[in-house]
């Protein structure tokens, strides 16, 4: 049965699109059939896996409008997962979804014939809680929120929990969060210990066991194009996102 987690978070450089390419890298190195869905018109899930997002080939944005199927617009990458890029004519779809039927349906009726295919379908949402993440909630199965242990982080986690809700109650009922990850955790800043203590107090088992630490080599890695398996397989942030797929399995 096929697993579709939208990754969101609706603050930016916490981590979203590199757990998106990582994870993703990481299950397909474990022998998982894996589709990346990069619904971010800044494209970075896509540039990070080595594609082009200046090609001339269909999107993510033609595959809302109706216009390409999943099959036709996904891409093989280095890494060995498939990949539907975006780029910034997403903003164009988003646009022109406005007034359209079943708008926040799109993404979910469009992966429908495409899920026999994939093992997990893993969507990278923009930073915010627009129609495209709606989108990727309505799709979803469950929600991975990465987070980085900070004052402002819990700011926002209390906003996108309401979204979720929303979604809960309206188009997804089944929508679940599958869990929190800790990103560019830094062990030695005492905030980012009482933040990670907060939030498993509150959320208990839903925040993944696994950290992943802050790491130049995970930064580094979507300059080449490449997951960080790819790039430094023996890297801190590497093994970590491995281990992160391991546990997602094993839940």
Known sequence: MTDTLAITNQKGGVGKTTTCVNLAASLARLGKRVLVVDMDPQGNATTGSGVDKHADDPTSCEVLLGQATIAEAAHRVEAGYDLVPANGDL????????????????????LAPARESYDHILVDCPPSLNLLTVNGLVAADGVVIPMQCEYYALEGLTALMRTIESIQRGPNPKLRISGLLRTMFDPRNRLSGDVSEQLTGHFGDRVFRTVIPRNIRLAEAPSFGQPALLYDASSRGAVAYLALAGEMLRR
């Open 91 to 110: 903003t164009v779809a988003e646009v022109r979804l406005m007034e359209a039927e079943r708008r926040e349906y799109r993404l979910q009726e469009a």
